[in-house]
């Protein structure tokens, strides 16, 4: 697996090794992101399409705070967000649940809208030791 390093010296892009997506490291997503930095991310992600920052434990207001940095709220028409947080949809699978779940088949989130937004975040906080590909 190759690194390319960005701009700054702490922040590394590693694309993934089937060459869809890429790894962020050495970013602290819970504290706003420098200019030089926000523009490192958003150039990983029109390289790769996809690109995902391990070891974030980001509190809810962390989350949207760094949603903002991306661009503004969406809104889902069909899930209801958590209460007291209008822009946080919870997601869960239970182990044991074998319904097919919503959305299952390939989609691009809310790209049927007519202004949809420019970024979906996913923030799993238990994920499973195989599979849960999202």
């Known amino acids: 697996m190759s690194q390319t390093a960005v701009k700054s010296n702490s922040i590394r892009v590693t694309p993934n090794e089937s060459g869809f997506g890429a790894e ?3 970013l602290d997503l819970s504290k706003p992101l420098p200019p030089d930095s926000l523009d490192a991310v958003n150039r990983a992600w029109a390289d790769h399409a996809v690109v995902w920052f391990p070891d974030q434990p980001l509190t809810h207001d962390e989350l949207e705070a760094f949603t903002l ?10 899930i209801a967000p958590m209460e007291g ?9 239970e182990p044991d649940e074998k319904a097919r779940n919503f959305g299952a088949g390939w989609h ?4 049927f809208q007519d202004k949809p937004p420019a970024a979906t975040l ?12 999202t």
């Open 122 to 133: 996913l923030h799993s906080k238990v994920v499973p030791p195989v599979g849960g590909d």
């Open 108 to 111: 691009s989130d809310w790209s």
């Open 24 to 26: 962020i490291t050495g």
């Open 69 to 78: 940095q991306i661009g503004p709220f969406g809104h889902d028409p069909f």
């Open 85 to 93: 947080r209008p822009h946080i949809l919870e997601l869960r699978r």
